[in-house]
């Protein structure tokens, strides 16, 4: 079992992926990571990430970090549970640059929506979370749960109407939808 991932084990793991990097990149950090670094969360489990573009180098320095440094590392994004939503990376709020890479935040606009769709309870607060700190308006979840309406078909596991009353109820409680 790997040790729970703070905020200062997070920014040694910048370091090092930074050094690896050989050409200039971006890592998205969502779920835990995010809301380690974003304060509402100490520690997370899982560092879930992905990189754009795929560098080999990271891929085989990923496996070296996870033993060294005992932090258990996932090729994650919002994208492997709902399509990917318009602008997302414009969206992505950077946190700082390690060497060649830029460390991000994945768009939490994506990051509620997916969140919702696993409905997990941490999830959900990570959500709740999100509103309270102004990370996200309600009216424009929906605009962005819209504009991927017509792709959910493309992830059978997801039920449309579930996921969108999901939704609603969440933006409920926010004061819009």
Same mark, same amino acid.
């Given at each position: 079992?790997r040790?729970p991932?703070?905020a200062?084990?997070?920014?040694?793991?910048?370091?090092?992926?930074?050094?690896?990097?050989r050409?200039?990149?971006r890592?998205?950090f969502?779920?835990?990571?995010?809301?380690?670094l974003?304060?509402?969360r100490d520690s997370?489990?899982?560092?879930?990430?992905?990189?754009?573009?795929?560098?080999?180098?990271?891929?085989?320095?990923i496996?070296?970090l996870k033993?060294?440094?005992?932090i258990?590392?996932?090729l994650?994004?919002p994208? @492997?549970?709902?399509?990917?939503?318009?602008g997302?990376n414009? =969206?992505s709020? !950077? +946190?700082r640059? $390690?060497?060649a890479?830029?460390f991000c935040?994945? @768009?939490f606009y994506?990051?509620a929506l997916a969140?919702?769709? =696993?409905?997990h !309870? +941490?999830?959900? $607060?990570?959500?709740?979370?999100?509103?309270?700190?102004g990370?996200?308006e309600?009216?424009?979840l929906l605009?962005?749960?819209?504009?991927?309406?017509r792709?959910?078909?493309?992830?059978?596991?997801l039920?449309?109407?579930?996921?969108r009353?999901a939704?609603?109820?969440?933006v409920?409680?926010?004061g819009?939808?």
């Open positions: 079992m040790t991932v703070d200062e084990r997070l920014g040694v793991l910048m370091r090092h992926l930074g050094a690896a990097a050409q200039p990149g890592i998205y969502t779920g835990g990571a995010s809301a380690v974003e304060g509402w997370t489990i899982d560092v879930d990430l992905k990189m754009v573009p795929e560098q080999d180098e990271l891929f085989r320095a496996p070296r033993d060294e440094l005992s258990n590392v996932e994650a994004s994208g @492997d549970f709902i399509p990917e939503l318009p997302w414009a =969206r709020r !950077a +946190i640059t $390690e060497g890479l830029t935040h994945y @768009d994506a990051q969140k919702i769709e =696993r409905g !309870a +941490i999830d959900i $607060e990570d959500v709740e979370q999100m509103f309270r700190r990370l996200l309600p009216s424009r605009e962005f749960l819209d504009a991927i309406e792709d959910l078909v493309r992830y059978p596991a039920d449309p109407p579930s996921f009353r939704v609603q109820t969440v409920a409680r926010h819009s939808g």
